[in-house]
């Protein structure tokens, strides 16, 4: 057997692999304690590039728009002021979005707390008479439940005792809290700057790295890397868009049925269940049980045939608006969206299950083109 050069790098190459993957099972703790430092310490910057990439979806027709408003007019001004306006505009939107969902439902927790704090005696009154008429019917054939026995003082006193134990635990909590928001909010503000530094020199950007890809890859790397690149690209434009266009005739479709049926806090629910179907799978779940609580405060019985009207909009939108609004985006079978979702909420919590459906779909992508050259026919 001839030993030659290309050989004994894909040998050096699999023992370093291989050597690698043995570390990391062994000292997995140590690993994980690394990437998450760097995760920590890149973190703006990663939240920056996610920035830029929702806005750039937002961004790109707005040029084209720009182009074709302005496509007679060849002064210099419209070139130069093209890219500042189209971007200020997507993160007006993009903030304006935001802000609607946050101030809307932010009065309703607060209106919902103090409305809960009033009615509570008076609820855990009823539930004690339906207990015990419960009890007393049971009683009769035998069966016995547990005295319902509830003493608003006593659990006001034991509240207070366990205030003044745990006050200095619930200090340091409400400290640490702090200290996450602002470093949170610090985060978002350095993202965002970051994002617009890379919208505003994106293309050439995009040249630089092709160049640095080129100057250490092989040609047939170098293609297969960039075509990889545009695969992802293309799938999770799609899906930001179609997620998009999903939550607003979703959110549209609800505000309708809950105007028809005079259900209460129809916009703002109406807001709040566009906003959570970003969420694939789950993010109706949340919006249904949200948009419920707040009725149930207000109208219980109207509570119930919203979770009603919600089963059956969410079949009309999970069979004919999804599969032809986002489903063929992304080209992920349903089971597959699902895995996705559960192993990405698992592994990296609520960005996981907003990335995991893209990612699954570049992954199957690739796959489905990998199986299909290997199943082709050679000549």
Same mark, same amino acid.
């Given at each position: 057997?001839n030993i030659?050069?290309d050989?004994?790098?894909?040998?050096?190459?699999?023992?370093?692999?291989s050597?690698?993957?043995?570390f990391?099972?062994n000292?997995f703790?140590?690993?994980?304690?690394v990437?998450a430092?760097?995760?920590k310490?890149?973190s703006p910057?990663l939240?920056?590039l996610?920035f830029a990439?929702?806005?750039?979806?937002l961004m790109?027709p707005l040029?084209k728009?720009?182009d074709?408003l302005?496509?007679?007019?060849?002064k210099s001004w419209?070139?130069k002021v093209?890219r500042?306006?189209?971007m200020?505009?997507?993160i007006?939107?993009?903030?304006g979005v935001v802000?609607?969902?946050?101030?809307?439902?932010?009065?309703?927790i607060?209106q919902t707390?103090?409305?809960?704090?009033?009615?509570f005696p008076s609820y855990?009154?009823k539930?004690?008479?339906?207990?015990n008429?419960?009890?007393?019917t049971?009683?009769?054939y035998s069966?016995?439940?547990?005295?319902?026995?509830?003493n608003l003082?006593?659990?006001?006193q034991?509240?207070s005792?366990?205030?003044?134990?745990?006050?200095?635990?619930f *200090?340091?909590?409400? =400290?640490?809290?702090?200290?996450?928001?602002?470093? #949170? %909010?610090?985060n978002? +503000?350095l993202?965002?700057?970051?994002?617009?530094?890379v919208?505003?020199?994106?293309e050439?950007?995009?040249?630089?790295?092709r160049?640095v890809?080129?100057?250490y890859?092989?040609r047939?790397?170098?293609?297969?890397?960039?075509?990889?690149?545009?695969l992802?690209?293309s799938?999770?434009?799609?899906?930001v868009?179609g997620?998009?266009?999903e939550a607003?005739?979703?959110?549209?479709?609800?505000f309708i049925?809950m105007?028809?049926?005079?259900?209460?806090?129809a916009p703002?629910?109406?807001?709040l269940i566009?906003f959570?179907?970003?969420?694939?799978?789950?993010?109706?779940?949340?919006?249904?049980g949200?948009g419920a609580?707040?009725i149930?405060?207000?109208?219980p019985m109207k509570?119930l045939?919203?979770?009603?009207f919600i089963? *059956?909009?969410?079949? =009309?939108?999970g069979?004919?608006i999804?599969p032809? #609004? %986002?489903?063929?985006? +992304?080209?992920l079978?349903g089971i597959?969206?699902l895995?996705?979702?559960?192993i990405g909420?698992?592994?990296?919590?609520f960005?996981g299950?907003?990335?995991?459906v893209p990612v699954?779909?570049?992954l199957?992508?690739?796959?489905?083109?990998?199986?299909n050259?290997r199943?082709t026919?050679?000549p």
């Amino acid at each position: 057997m001839n030993i030659n050069k290309d050989m004994v790098k894909k040998a050096l190459l699999i023992i370093s692999v291989s050597l690698l993957l043995y570390f990391g099972l062994n000292h997995f703790d140590k690993v994980s304690d690394v990437i998450a430092g760097l995760l920590k310490v890149f973190s703006p910057f990663l939240l920056g590039l996610c920035f830029a990439f929702v806005i750039n979806v937002l961004m790109r027709p707005l040029e084209k728009c720009w182009d074709k408003l302005f496509a007679k007019c060849k002064k210099s001004w419209v070139t130069k002021v093209k890219r500042p306006i189209c971007m200020l505009l997507s993160i007006v939107v993009m903030l304006g979005v935001v802000f609607i969902v946050v101030f809307m439902l932010i009065p309703q927790i607060e209106q919902t707390v103090a409305r809960i704090v009033d009615v509570f005696p008076s609820y855990m009154a009823k539930i004690e008479v339906w207990w015990n008429g419960i009890r007393a019917t049971l009683e009769s054939y035998s069966i016995t439940l547990p005295q319902f026995d509830l003493n608003l003082d006593e659990l006001a006193q034991w509240l207070s005792g366990l205030l003044s134990e745990k006050g200095d635990a619930f *200090v340091n909590t409400t =400290v640490n809290i702090t200290t996450s928001i602002i470093t #949170v %909010v610090f985060n978002v +503000v350095l993202g965002l700057v970051f994002s617009i530094y890379v919208l505003a020199q994106k293309e050439k950007l995009g040249v630089q790295c092709r160049r640095v890809i080129s100057a250490y890859l092989p040609r047939r790397r170098v293609d297969r890397l960039l075509e990889i690149l545009a695969l992802t690209s293309s799938t999770f434009t799609k899906f930001v868009t179609g997620q998009l266009t999903e939550a607003v005739i979703i959110g549209c479709l609800c505000f309708i049925g809950m105007s028809i049926f005079r259900m209460p806090y129809a916009p703002m629910i109406s807001v709040l269940i566009g906003f959570t179907a970003l969420i694939p799978v789950y993010g109706s779940f949340i919006g249904t049980g949200l948009g419920a609580f707040f009725i149930l405060m207000v109208e219980p019985m109207k509570a119930l045939w919203f979770i009603v009207f919600i089963i *059956v909009l969410q079949q =009309v939108e999970g069979n004919l608006i999804y599969p032809k #609004v %986002v489903g063929k985006s +992304v080209g992920l079978p349903g089971i597959w969206v699902l895995m996705a979702v559960t192993i990405g909420g698992s592994l990296f919590g609520f960005l996981g299950m907003l990335i995991s459906v893209p990612v699954s779909s570049v992954l199957y992508s690739l796959l489905r083109q990998s199986v299909n050259s290997r199943l082709t026919p050679r000549p």
